[in-house]
């Protein structure tokens, strides 16, 4: 099933969260700073319901999208008030692919984990924590894994400011 044919399938169920879709465009010429959008189509998904949208593209076996391959997150710029949570499904049954993407607010980045539907969310989901500051709700193993347990700020955040020293350490 291509793209297309996914979200019309999505929106004929009613799958919980969807909220729209983006497809690549070329740009156009008669804007000049118009760079176009390449990349995967994907799908919009309200952040609080992303578990379930999970869990309906799982179990549908018209999608059967039994593989998370990622879940990451960006920060688009340091003005945008959002994180983007993304994540990337497969489905070796039908062989195709789903790009979602979430919006979750700089303030406020809460949102439920998705390992009650994916167990390989575990280890995206701590990194995604530990970088951008996003908490999952009800995560069965918080700790962190990449930085040091008294790390303060989430480097990856446009607006991250590097320490000038870490415990003596230089950091520049």
Same mark, same amino acid.
């Given at each position: 099933?291509? $793209?297309?044919?996914?979200?019309?399938?999505?929106?004929?169920?009613?799958?919980?969260?969807?909220?729209?879709?983006?497809?690549?465009?070329? @740009?156009?010429?008669? +804007?000049?700073?118009?760079?176009?959008?390449?990349?995967? @189509? #994907? &799908?919009? +998904?309200?952040?609080?319901?992303?578990?379930? $949208?999970?869990? +309906?593209?799982?179990?549908?076996?018209?999608?059967?999208?039994?593989?998370? &391959?990622?879940?990451?997150?960006?920060?688009? /710029?340091?003005?945008?008030?959002?994180?983007?949570?993304?994540? /990337?499904?497969? /489905?070796?049954?039908?062989?195709?692919?789903?790009?979602?993407? /979430?919006?979750? @607010?700089?303030?406020?980045?809460?949102?439920?984990?998705? !390992? !009650? &539907?994916?167990?390989?969310?575990?280890?995206?989901?701590?990194?995604?924590?530990?970088?951008?500051?996003?908490? $999952?709700?009800?995560?069965?193993? @918080?700790?962190?894994?990449?930085?040091?347990?008294?790390?303060?700020?989430?480097?990856?955040?446009?607006? #991250?400011? $590097?320490?000038?020293? #870490?415990?003596?350490?230089?950091?520049?």
């Amino acid at each position: 099933m291509d $793209f297309q044919g996914i979200h019309d399938h999505l929106r004929a169920i009613e799958a919980p969260g969807l909220t729209g879709f983006d497809e690549p465009r070329k @740009p156009n010429p008669e +804007v000049k700073k118009d760079p176009g959008r390449a990349g995967d @189509p #994907y &799908v919009i +998904v309200d952040a609080p319901l992303l578990p379930d $949208f999970l869990m +309906v593209c799982r179990e549908d076996p018209r999608l059967a999208f039994e593989i998370l &391959v990622d879940l990451s997150a960006v920060d688009p /710029s340091k003005d945008d008030e959002n994180l983007w949570v993304v994540c /990337s499904l497969l /489905s070796l049954t039908h062989k195709h692919r789903l790009a979602i993407k /979430s919006f979750l @607010p700089k303030e406020s980045p809460v949102m439920p984990t998705s !390992t !009650t &539907v994916h167990r390989a969310a575990q280890w995206h989901e701590r990194e995604c924590a530990e970088m951008f500051g996003i908490t $999952f709700e009800r995560h069965p193993d @918080p700790r962190h894994m990449l930085l040091p347990d008294d790390w303060v700020g989430y480097p990856l955040r446009k607006d #991250y400011e $590097f320490p000038e020293e #870490y415990h003596g350490i230089s950091c520049t």
